[in-house]
């Protein structure tokens, strides 16, 4: 499939910037994120300047909102809104038995690569596509995104439509991709008319109320943890 889409206009190091920033700056906002923020920020001067823009249009927000507004707004932000969704696979299939074969398929996919999550970590979730992209595979992370490519751009244009700062991040992340083509563009029109579907059933064997939009504040605030990132020429 990746041999029929086009190449990326991003050389592999700038990917790697972009897709390990934003696999940091999209989880739940820690001590630990804003500890890094000076490296983030540095290998940032190394992308073109609208994606570079756009990670320090979100850092700036980063070191000037104090730390529990910050995670109230995450909290608020991406579980309790449907079209905020940072599971890939909802998009498509919502909570029906048609999403747990798709996360199987994502697990599947980075087990072939060497690549294997922790037990409490759902594999469609975009922190984790990004970091798998931008530290295992850069071919298969990027077709993981461009076969949920409609799901991301509602997840962009909701973002924005609620003058999220957060949407600063999807426009990085969106800026290292094709434009969409017109199925694409359809396919995201029906999305923001009927939103993901909404048939309740389990999740076997990934079930996890953690990972679910709606899921109680207090279980959302759990952060997945992902490794440290290793921009290409940055010192810790």
Known sequence: MSSRRPK????PDQLTIVWQSVSLLLDYPDEFLLARTDLLRSASQRLTPAVGGSLRAFLDHL???PLPELQADYVETFDTRRRCNLFLTYFAHGDTRKRGMALLRFKQTYLRAGFELDD???PDHLCVVLEFAGTVDQEIGRDLMLDHRAGLELLRLSLRDIGSPWANLIDAVTATLP????DERDAVRRLAADGPPEEEVGLAPFANPQFSPGADAGAATASIALPMPSFPGART
């Open 179 to 182: 434009p969409l083509r017109g």
């Open 120 to 122: 409490g970590e759902l």
């Open 63 to 65: 070191e000037s909102t």
């Open 8 to 11: 990326p206009t991003l050389p």
